[in-house]
T-cell receptor, first 114, second 113 residues
Framework: KNQVEQSPQSLIILEGKNCTLQ??????????LRWYKQDTGRGPVSLTI?????NTKSNGRYTATLDADTKQSSLHITASQLSDSASYIC?????????????FGKGTHLIIQP | NAGVTQTPKFRVLKTGQSMTLLCAQD?????MYWYRQDPGMGLRLIHY???????AKGEVPDGYNVSRLKKQNFLLGLESAAPSQTSVYFC????????????FGPGTRLTVL
C-alpha cells in the first residue's frame, strides 16, 4: 500500500529561525512529489513540485529536496516569518495515472512564535 | 478570475437531513475532486471527475454522491447525513491527473448533529 509519512507532526520555532520538515514515502511507481502549504481555514496551495530527476528546488525562502533512492523529501524554510505558520502537506503521485494515484501525508503543523 | 469557489462555507445539519455542496471553477480544468479533511487524518479523496458527465469513486465514497453536469461545476451530495460526516470538505480542480497541481477551494465546514 502506498504511504506518505511526515515528521514532525508539529513544530514550534521562533521567528527568524530555520526549520526542516521531512517526508518519507513508499509510493510506486513514483511520478512526482509536491509540497502544499495550508493556512488555517483555507485550502492547500502548491509550493513546489519535484520530479524523479530533480534533487533540489527553491521557491523564495522554501527549498525542497528529493532523494529518490531513499524515498525521502525535505522542505527547508529559511529565516521563518509569522506568515509561515501553517500546515505543510507532502503529496506523492504514482505514475499509473488517475486521480486516485495521489497519496497525501497527514501534514506538519508549523507555528512561528514572535 | 475566482479560481475554485465553494458554497456554502459553513453548514449545520441534523442526522438524516440531506444537502448539496457546490464547487465551481473558472480555469477550464477537466479534472475535479472532492476531499474531506479530519483532524489527524489528512486529506482523503471522496469522489472525482475526469470530465463533464463522468464521475468515479475515491478512497471514502460511502454516503456521498456526486454529479458533473457542467464542466465548471462539481456537486457533492449527502442523502442522509450522519455524525461521522462531520468534517471540512475541500473541492479541487487540476489540468491533469498525474501529479498535476491541484487548486483547492476555501472549504466547507459541515457539522452533523
Amino acid at each position: 500500500k502506498n504511504q506518505v509519512e511526515q515528521s514532525p507532526q508539529s513544530l514550534i520555532i521562533l521567528e527568524g529561525k530555520n526549520c526542516t520538515l521531512q517526508c518519507n514515502y513508499t509510493v510506486s511507481p513514483f511520478s512526482n512529489l509536491r509540497w502544499y502549504k495550508q493556512d488555517t481555514g483555507r485550502g492547500p496551495v502548491s509550493l513546489t513540485i519535484m520530479t524523479f530527476s530533480e534533487n533540489t528546488k527553491s521557491n523564495g525562502r522554501y527549498t525542497a529536496t528529493l532523494d529518490a533512492d531513499t524515498k525521502q523529501s525535505s522542505l527547508h524554510i529559511t529565516a521563518s516569518q509569522l506568515s509561515d505558520s501553517a500546515s505543510y502537506i507532502c503529496v506523492v503521485s504514482a505514475g499509473r495515472g488517475g486521480a486516485d494515484g495521489l497519496t497525501f501525508g497527514k501534514g506538519t503543523h508549523l507555528i512561528i512564535q514572535p | 478570475n475566482a479560481g475554485v469557489t465553494q458554497t456554502p462555507k459553513f453548514r449545520v445539519l441534523k442526522t438524516g437531513q440531506s444537502m448539496t455542496l457546490l464547487c465551481a471553477q473558472d480555469m477550464n480544468h477537466e479534472y475535479m475532486y472532492w476531499y474531506r479533511q479530519d483532524p489527524g487524518m489528512g486529506l482523503r479523496l471522496i469522489h472525482y471527475s475526469v470530465g463533464e458527465g463522468t464521475t468515479a469513486k475515491g478512497e471514502v465514497p460511502d454516503g456521498y454522491n456526486v454529479s458533473r453536469l457542467k464542466k465548471q461545476n462539481f456537486l457533492l451530495g449527502l442523502e442522509s447525513a450522519a455524525p461521522s460526516q462531520t468534517s471540512v470538505y475541500f473541492c479541487a480542480s487540476s489540468y491533469s491527473t498525474v501529479g498535476g497541481e491541484q487548486f483547492f477551494g476555501p472549504g466547507t465546514r459541515l457539522t452533523v448533529l
